[in-house]
T-cell receptor
Framework: SQKIEQNSEALNIQEGKTATLTCNYT??????LQWYRQDPGRGPVFLLL?????KEKRKERLKVTFDTTLKQSLFHITASQPADSATYLC?????????FGQGTTLQVKP | GAVVSQHPSRVICKSGTSVKIECRSL??????MFWYRQFPKQSLMLMAT?????????EQGVEKDKFLINHASLTLSTLTVTSAHPEDSSFYIC?????????????FGPGTRLLVL
């Protein structure tokens, strides 16, 4: 069956450290994968998109990798700040529709 | 950047009534809009895809007669939850694709919290 899983429901780290979130999928062949940030009671906000032929993408303190052999994407936030605390969702393309993971809630402690 | 609004942001209604939620793209034309539902601590689940001027395409398990979608213009899509029941209480989120830009990117609205008593 098709599945998309984010490694943990919650992740707590200390301010200044790098947060690494994992997204694994099975039985999909996505043309691209996206990461979103969602704050409580709000809609998701687009962060980064990475295509199947790209290994890595960066945007300021964010970095995303995409390994189509492992069927995995890693999302890194370097020099994390308390303001980065939120739920992060991965979403993969499935013939034009987005399929979302369940999200990982990141808590950055000062 | 592209902005999508939703109205209302929250609504409380009695069981059996119908509720309409609006989704607007404010600064771009959206050829395609999507409606999602999100239960607490769960992921977004796609309910339907709506294209301007044509009938919506519903995902498996979503009742089209219960969740009426109208995409009458390039900037407005509406979702009507008909004869709402407590189990329909959820967070409803729309998204839109900019017809001119990258087709992969969806811009999400802020969501509508529905509580059916």
């Amino acid at each position: 069956s098709q599945k998309i899983e984010q490694n943990s429901e919650a992740l707590n780290i200390q301010e200044g450290k790098t947060a690494t979130l994992t997204c694994n999928y099975t039985n999909y062949s996505p043309a691209y994968l996206q990461w979103y940030r969602q704050d409580p009671g709000r809609g998701p906000v687009f962060l980064l998109l990475i295509r199947e032929n790209e290994k890595e993408k960066r945007k300021e303190r964010l970095k995303v990798t995409f390994d189509t052999t492992l069927k995995q994407s890693l999302f890194h936030i370097t020099a994390s700040q308390p303001a980065d605390s939120a739920t992060y969702l991965c979403a993969l393309d499935n013939t034009g529709k987005l399929i979302f993971g369940q999200g990982t809630t990141l808590q950055v402690k000062p | 950047g592209a902005v999508v609004s939703q109205h209302p942001s929250r609504v409380i209604c009695k069981s059996g009534t119908s509720v309409k939620i609006e989704c607007r793209s404010l600064d771009f034309q959206a050829t395609t809009m999507f409606w999602y539902r999100q239960f607490p601590k769960q992921s977004l689940m796609l309910m339907a895809t709506s294209n301007e001027g044509s009938k919506a395409t519903y995902e498996q398990g979503v009742e089209k007669d219960k969740f009426l979608i109208n995409h009458a213009s390039l900037t407005l899509s509406t979702l009507t939850v008909t004869s709402a029941h407590p189990e329909d209480s959820s967070f409803y989120i729309c998204s839109a694709r900019d017809g001119r830009g990258r087709q992969e990117t969806q811009y999400f609205g802020p969501g509508t919290r529905l509580l059916v008593l």
